[in-house]
């Protein structure tokens, strides 16, 4: 944990810990920059940075980690404008903590972030014979299907598997449009901005309609759409 705020910094370590994480704490980038320098001897799992640091700041930092490291990044900060989060995601980090955050949300994000760094570990070939749980519904990755919590089968498109596809392999994550294109480029013809939200509403009818689904797939007001329901890969 990044935080040059040495009381905080304290209560989010013990709170980690509590919770069964090992936490190092320190307060600035040469700090951070001597612990990366031995990432071989002690792998970090993730990296909860501020951005307002003394010296380098946390954006700086992330940029600089990004060049040699795929560790997941949150950044934690009082900066919450919308504005602030999309800079945060654009420079490289995995999700965005506005303070002042809750126990329970931080926990919920820390976990968020390292079942992903987790799935992203497991082979392309395996994810595409995985079977996807999520919010009731079941998508079977090789035979295509997607089944509703009713037991019925929902018929998509090819454009809408793919898309449903990538927003499984990167839950609770945020994924711009632009994102959403490159991850299934290939796949969705026509590709474009405007393409992503004509299956996102596609798809969200076919599930029932946006009043159903808003909590599984997620609208991010000038950013994208995130699969925001737990996902558990069988």
């Known amino acids: 944990m990044v935080e040059d705020d040495a009381p905080l910094r304290a209560l989010v370590s013990r709170l980690l810990r509590e919770c069964?994480?090992?936490?190092?704490g320190v307060g600035d980038?040469?700090?951070?920059?001597?612990?990366?320098?031995r990432i071989q001897e002690q792998p970090i799992d993730l990296i909860l940075l501020d951005i307002m640091l003394p010296g380098e700041d946390g954006l700086s930092?992330?940029?600089?980690?990004?060049?040699?490291?795929a560790v997941p990044i949150i950044v934690v900060s009082a900066r919450g404008q919308e504005s602030d989060r999309v800079t945060g995601l654009d420079t490289g980090a995995d999700d965005y903590i506005a303070k002042p955050f809750g126990r329970q949300e931080l926990l919920a994000r820390v976990r968020a972030v390292l079942r992903r760094a987790k799935t992203a570990h497991i082979p392309p070939e395996a994810l595409a014979a995985a079977k996807f749980s999520f919010g009731g519904w079941s998508y079977h990755a090789r035979r295509k299907e997607l089944i509703a919590p009713s037991g019925?089968?929902?018929?998509?498109?090819?454009a809408e598997?793919?898309?449903?596809?990538?927003?499984?392999?990167?839950?609770q994550r945020t994924l711009s449009r632009e994102r959403l294109l490159e991850?299934?480029?290939?796949?969705?013809?026509?590709?474009?901005?405007r393409s992503i939200d004509v299956l996102v509403s596609r798809?969200?009818?076919?599930?029932g309609g946006a009043r159903r689904t808003g909590h599984i797939i997620r609208t991010i007001r000038g950013v994208g759409y995130m699969l925001a329901a737990d996902v558990e890969i069988s």
């Open 183 to 193: 991850l299934s480029r290939g796949r969705i013809s026509d590709a474009s901005d």
């Open 161 to 171: 598997y793919e898309l449903l596809f990538t927003l499984l392999r990167n839950p």
């Open 29 to 37: 980038g040469a700090e951070l920059d001597q612990l990366i320098g």
């Open 20 to 24: 069964g994480y090992e936490v190092t």
């Open 61 to 69: 930092l992330c940029r600089k980690v990004r060049e040699t490291s």
């Open 203 to 207: 798809l969200r009818n076919k599930m």
């Open 152 to 158: 019925a089968e929902v018929i998509l498109t090819a």
